[in-house]
């Protein structure tokens, strides 16, 4: 049955996360408590300052009871695998606490990391959803036309230009368009420019403005190897022997490509659009920091180099999140679509 196929996905993507989670937790709760450590001496210090007229002796006491109050309130007197745990469950139920950087927080003042990654992931959402968007459409315009022709001039001409661009790296070419557009031609503001320096744009048109040059590099680097694929998906399908049962019926070649041919390749480009897209959701490191896009890799950079433990947390786990809801999203519609799937592996 299809819904105990879908529970058991549902339950065996929680089951994951949270076993990640706890992979996560170990591997950074050493850094995190080294800064915890760090706090407590600094909170320890400050309070033993402001106190006078005390003996060195008491002073002594004074220092080890805040320290031990201290230690309590942070938890760090638990057992180690106590202290794990507590923080896999925090991350699981997206409790993420402040950012231990004052430099590091919303646009609101608020230190909270969940509303500071609250502000980059619409940035992150927008620019790769968008350029998805328009990869999509045209790999899959470009895949059908090379496809109806395979092995003619236009089928030759854009398989060289993929294997040429695919490996190109997003930031050598992002900084070529910087280059061309932004301080050659002066179509598209700076990266890292602000609003202020645009009286009379409002803060939305601004933000679709500094959105189109990463958009443009990333369609120009995307496309084309989704139309490969495409054009292969749909190759293999154009030799079945429904298509040609089909054309033998007389079907017009176009309710055949865009009927049949589309339906049975639903799956597979359903597969494509959707990884691509969840591979995209953490936003890039290299490619967000060049442009100075206000993401959640640009984010995740300057958490790592403030080592701001609590806002790496956060951003790994939303990430994790999203990509594991993508993947469960993926085998649903999947199992959905193609009716040679049979649920608990019966023929």
Known sequence: MYKWYALNRIIRGVVIFCLLMFITSVLNNSVNEKIQHSAINEYVK???MRL??????QLESIRRDV???????YKLDRPLIERILEQTFRAITFQFGDSNNPALKASTGSLRVIDIIGEALPNTLLLFTTSSAFILIISISLGLVKARKPGGRLDRSTSLVTLIVYGMPSWWLGMMLIMLFVYKFKLFPSPGSSIESFPGLSRG??????LILPMMTLVLLGFWGGAYTIRNVVLGILQEDFIMSARARGIPERKILFGHTMRTAAPPLVTMVLLTLLG????GLIFEG???WPGLGRLYWIALEMNNTPVLMGNLAITIGIYQVGLMILDLIYGFLDPRIKVGGKA
């Open 46 to 48: 400050a309070y033993t």
């Open 52 to 57: 006078t007229n005390v003996s060195a002796a």
């Open 67 to 73: 320290y031990d109050q201290q230690i309590k309130q």
């Open 205 to 210: 048109i601004f933000l679709l403005w500094q």
């Open 280 to 283: 995209s959701i953490g936003g």
């Open 290 to 292: 060049i442009f100075n």
